[in-house]
């Protein structure tokens, strides 16, 4: 199982690219930290997601 | 001689004394370094041995020292000044300022209150010893200079430890030592000697030598030193090359680094100041104030003192004045040093008459000295009226000769308490 | 000579700092308009999928961006919030805000400290949330911050200058611009920050809360230029000093 922003999820290793996609988050607002290491936007297509994986998946908000 | 030299020789004339006892080859120099500015070495230069240091502090006070036009401000300027409850440096300009004159009585009461928030009615006394007069430089204005034909005296061990003795006798508890400026004579090991014994008889201890590397500072701080006093005399470094003719002293930069390498060896505070009347006495005040403010910044643990010393007769030229720097005009400058510079000590020095040391007390010295000798090793002579004679010449003639016991009774008529020591030596 | 609050090297004309919170994304805009403001905060926070409407797309163009690090409870979270804030491809600039009590929301200088001097040498334009302590702001400025953030009360709390007098210590002894934040409730008290001589105003609860949000902002605009313009021109007579001895103190004289 991986943990994506707190929850755990059942998923089939793929790229941060493809995930972001399939799971329908907004690719250019978002930030990608996978156990607790950046990922850089231009390392998304490569760089895997699979069981084990702590992923966060981060937009801005607004905060004071 | 260029026109500028010639008239700057002229300027100077009051403070060239020519003594019979030089040999005709040091006379000859000594007219040499006064009439020839070629013949002196570069005094913006470091000479071997002095340590630099990485600090923008004197870029910044020459760079406001030189943009300080004392003429522009007016009557208004120092309304607003007094109106405001917290005094920036424009309003400490206007302090300064001749327009400043007519308010005296009301910059006298602002300060006073300031000094009351500050320090309560406290007034620290301590006492100064000479324990050598030896000095390597030619500075044409002092009585220790090398020229100046002086009975020169550096105290042992045990003259230290007896002198010291005397002393501590009155209830003495600060002692600020000095020497002159000869680092042939008055070695940092030999300095560091006496403040060890120094530390046997009294609490708190200042030098006023030389001025040091950090690790030479860090030596005499485990010696027992923890605060260091070092008098830029002008802070206007052209004036400075033609009154400091000859030796280490010359190195005006190494000069104003002094405290600030104090600081950086440990030391507790650091008094400052100018030799009011050499130069233009308001942009000297204002230079040395300004040092302070930007090193307490920079160091905000630091105790920072400023003192006010003007010009004073010396053996063999009772000529020598304060110029322009009348009481008046002193006056105005400590109350501005104390509007500007709330926190700061103010040690007011017996070169000031009883009247005066009294009077500004009241209004913003914090420390005033007594039991005063300015020669070397003639405390027993002065304090028990026992004269044998081998003392060392003084390095000016001072005005106010009160003892310690003298001085705590007039404090403490005035309304204020003396307070010889709060000090703990860690 | 232009009136300029420089942070990080980089100008603005604004003093006033908008916050982004608690009021309709569809507000910004006419709020940054209204008020004038240049700098804007954010915050970072987990990524929905649901959500359609990003902020960054109500925010106009030229506004510079300023994430804070809310969330974090210590100096390590409130880096890791910094850097992801970066890899948004926004700027350098971050609110370091580090906050470990849930009741008072007060921020942790301790952690703070460490933070910014991390932060800083990772070049970021640091601009760290503080309590106003004065030997804090200086373990700030030797640690690299761009300015400092005092608070002026508890955050939210809309109380005006309750640090008024620690605020005013840190104007005169620091050499960094020091930016009043939270707790400014009115303009009134934005404008007595400015007078007491702080480069800039961060607001948010004030604003979000108002009645008429872009309005609101327009009244702090001109609050703060007030402010900024008397401190500017020089106060006149503040408060009548002076003891009243009846002996004049310089009669001593020669």
Known sequence: MAVINGERVSIVPQSIAAYLKSAGYNEKRVAVEKNLRIIPRGKWTDEMIGEDDSIEILNFVGGG | MSEKSEQLYEENQVYYVDSDTLPPQALARKHRLEQDPSSRTDHMAYMPGMEIIDSDVKDKVVAAMNDFDYSVYTA????????????????????????????????????????????????????????????????????????????????????????????????????????????TYSDIAYIGEAVKIAR???????????????????????????????????YNSDKYETLHLLGHKRVWPYRFDAQERALRAGMRGAGFSALLGLDDFRKDAFASALHVWYLNR?????????????????????RINPRDVGEKELCQVLCAYRIFLPYVGITVSSRESKSFRDGIAKICATKVSAGVSTGIGDHEEKYGGDESGDAGDEQFEISDSRSIGAMYADMERGGLQPVLNDYIYV | MEDKLILGGHEFTSRFILGSGKYNLKLIQAAVEQGGAEIITLALRRANTRESENILDFIPK?????????????????????????????????????????????????????ATEVLAKEGFIVL?????????????????????????????????????????????????????????????????????????????TAIATAGDVPAMAAAFRKAIEAGRSAYLTGMGRVLARGGSASDPLTGFLR
């Open chain 2, 298 to 318: 920079k160091y905000p643990h630091a105790e920072l003192s400023l003192s006010c010393p003007r010009l004073r007769p010396i053996i063999n030229n009772d």
């Open chain 3, 128 to 204: 760290p949330y503080m309590y106003p302590d004065l030997n804090v702001a200086r373990d700030l400025q030797n640690a690299g911050a761009a300015a400092v953030m005092p608070l002026a009360a508890p955050i939210g709390s809309n109380q005006g200058l309750a640090t008024k007098a620690f605020i005013q210590i840190l104007i005169d002894e620091i050499d960094l611009p020091i930016i009043v934040d939270a707790g400014i409730g009115k303009p009134s008290q934005a404008c007595e920050a400015m007078e007491m001589g702080a480069a800039a105003i961060m607001a948010n």
């Open chain 2, 76 to 183: 208004r300027d120092v309304e607003r000044a007094l109106s405001h409850e917290r005094c920036s440096i424009e309003d400490f300009k206007a302090l300064l300022s001749p327009a400043a004159a007519p308010f005296l009585e009301r910059m006298a009461r602002r300060a006073e209150l300031e000094t009351r928030n500050h320090f309560g009615n406290t007034v620290y006394i301590f006492t100064p010893i000479y324990i050598a007069n030896y000095c390597q430089n030619y500075c044409i204005y002092c009585g220790f200079n090398c020229y100046n034909n002086i009975r020169r005296k550096r105290l042992s061990f045990e003259e230290i430890e007896h002198e010291m003795k005397v002393i501590a006798a009155t209830g003495m508890e600060e002692i600020l030592m000095l020497t002159g400026e000869s680092r």
């Open chain 2, 200 to 234: 046997r008889y009294f609490r708190n201890i200042g030098i006023e030598i030389y001025p040091c590397n950090t690790d030479e500072y860090r030596y005499l701080h485990e010696c027992g030193v923890d605060y260091v006093t070092v008098f830029q005399e002008t």
């Open chain 3, 62 to 114: 030229g506004v510079t961006l300023l994430p804070n690090t809310s969330g974090a409870r210590n100096a390590d979270e409130a880096v890791r919030i910094a850097r992801l804030s970066r890899e948004m491809g926004c700027g350098d600039f971050v609110k370091v805000e580090i906050m470990h009590d849930a009741k008072y929301l007060l921020p942790d200088n301790y952690e703070t400290v460490k």
